[in-house]
């Protein structure tokens, strides 16, 4: 039976996963651990369920070493290592986004390497990064062999947990892969204080009849992926063949390229020009500045060559959030 | 008075930047502290020359986090980290690797850190770094933002240093460069187990009438710098007025790019046939593959535009050999 640790299960990347895992395997059992600071919300203790998917909550400190010995104890066959300090907040206490960025990511690395010399202990490990690795001065599209430099303390926290996961699997102490995820678009709940709300925010809102801020330029691009297509990528590090896996384990998503002007007029065609009111531009130079400097596009090779499969357009892009949470304006038409 | 701190004082490079600092400073006086593992032999205790010059020494641990403390405690102007375990030795033992490169750079930027928060403290903060960060697939020359994918746990380590650096840096927490030094040559001394060292035992061993093995092809073509040049970065970085420094803090040195057939040409200029007699060629398949996976070339212009200044050529590189250390085969024609 293989099972597969999520370790960040709660939010809402691992809470997706643990669907995905959960619904494909209708044919062979599977046990599941979501691992959180709070305990995941998906049950309060061990359950089985019809599918022979069993389904573990728990709750810890990874920047606990003794957590991450305790999560290994039973030899997860997968490690989803999604959890993390988010970029504000790494911004804001510089050593706390340390501690659990890098330290906790260290400590489980760690204890990997321990069980892996204590008795050839082997799992996958997926590590999620991100795009804040990458620093200006970029090119308008960037391969995979563009230097990080990171303008956060998230994004070299980012950079440092690619470099270790490198090096473990180089010595053989675990098979990692580190897949750096595109822009969330769109994001589902409320808007956050995320210097990157508003690509969400300007299809979100409207969409649910509500007024949406819009401080950038329409010009403005970036590089994107529905929370799907996000899901998919970990899903599939997950399954892929050692075997096919390259030297080189850190490597960026598949995206979309699409402009604000490109967002907007999906947001048109799917709801009308009065939904497109509800986006109030309010031009920020300071938040304009800071998004400037972001990506705007990638060529992804190693990812298509792996088979990792990104949403074909912002028009499919916004199609999957309409999709999945049926927003009231639509039901209003 | 200004105040330089070297850390791993005690080496090759230590001990000629000490000398080469003590040497410029006539005029006005200067205070160096030499640390590292094993007391630095260049005094027993503090003492105070003619021109100025005051040099303590001192030993400890740098994966100890009281010594940093310790070292910073009279805040010294410029700080100049060159302490590592070296690649094989970091290569063999992981841990020991990680606790000395990387916990004991990371002590000394977080006991800065302290200080730059109690009272402001704000030191320059040199950094050696290594092409050891770089891995294949490279281009034939590399730019400064070619992608950092280490081979080794060392230069994996070396590049965390770099991260680390540039996000303190870029908090203000003081003002840091790194510098990636290019493979020295002729390194003095004895043949050592450097997967590197025929680069200088070609040249070393037959100026000294002895022989030497060439486990390569001549079309191998590296990185290089002299001791000397290597100094002078070193002792420039520390000086570059702070308005100058590129938002990218680590960058790649300057050097000679050359290839055996160049190191041979220029032994048999300067030393004869005789000389070039004494290699003995000997193709080692395992250390071919290693060293073709080595940098060849690289375009530093970050470094050039900020004044670091090269070696000339091989034929520099080696007269410069020649002339620090006389060796006996010249003076015996």
Redesign the interface.
């Known amino acids: 039976m293989a099972h597969h640790l999520i370790i960040g299960g709660g939010g809402m990347l691992g809470s997706g996963l643990v669907r995905s895992l959960a619904d494909k395997n209708n044919q062979s059992s599977v046990k599941i651990t979501l691992f959180d600071l709070v305990e995941p919300q998906w049950a309060s203790k061990s359950e089985q369920n019809d599918n022979n998917v069993e389904i573990i909550t728990c709750k810890g400190d990874i920047a606990d070493p003794a957590t991450a010995h305790a999560l290994i104890a039973d030899r997860p066959d997968i490690i989803y290592h999604l959890a993390a300090i988010v970029s504000g907040e790494a911004e804001r206490d510089?050593a706390k986004g340390y501690r659990i960025n890098v330290d906790g990511t260290r400590y489980l690395f760690e204890a990997i390497?321990e069980a892996n010399e204590q008795d050839g202990y082997f799992p996958r490990v997926v590590f999620t990064s991100s795009l804040a690795v990458f620093?200006?001065p970029l090119p308008d599209v960037i391969d995979?062999?563009?230097?990080?430099?990171?303008?956060s303390?998230y994004g070299?926290q980012k950079?440092?947990g690619e470099?270790?996961l490198?090096?473990y699997s180089?010595?053989g102490f675990f098979d990692g892969i580190g897949i750096r995820l595109p822009t969330i678009c769109v994001r589902p709940g409320k808007p956050n204080a995320a210097a990157s709300g508003f690509f969400s925010g300007i299809i979100r809102e409207p969409l649910a009849g509500l007024p949406a801020i819009l401080p950038v330029s329409d010009e403005v691009t970036h590089w994107f992926a529905s929370p799907k297509a996000a899901i998919g990528y970990i899903e599939h590090a997950g399954k892929l063949a050692s075997s096919l896996l390259p030297?080189?384990r850190n490597f960026t998503m598949p995206g979309v390229s699409a402009s604000i002007a490109d967002e907007i007029a999906v947001l048109r065609e799917i709801a009308g020009d009065e939904a497109v009111k509800l986006i109030k531009r309010e031009p920020d130079a300071a938040i304009e500045t800071i998004i400037s400097s972001w990506p705007k596009a990638f060529n992804t090779k190693i990812a298509l060559d792996l088979g990792f499969i990104p949403d074909s357009s912002m028009r499919e892009i916004i199609e999957i959030y309409v999709k999945e949470h049926e927003p009231q304006w639509l039901s209003d038409q």
Chains 1, 2 share one sequence.
């Open positions: 510089f390497r620093g200006a995979d062999n563009q230097i990080l430099t990171p303008r303390s070299t950079a440092i470099l270790l490198a090096d180089r010595k030297e080189q």
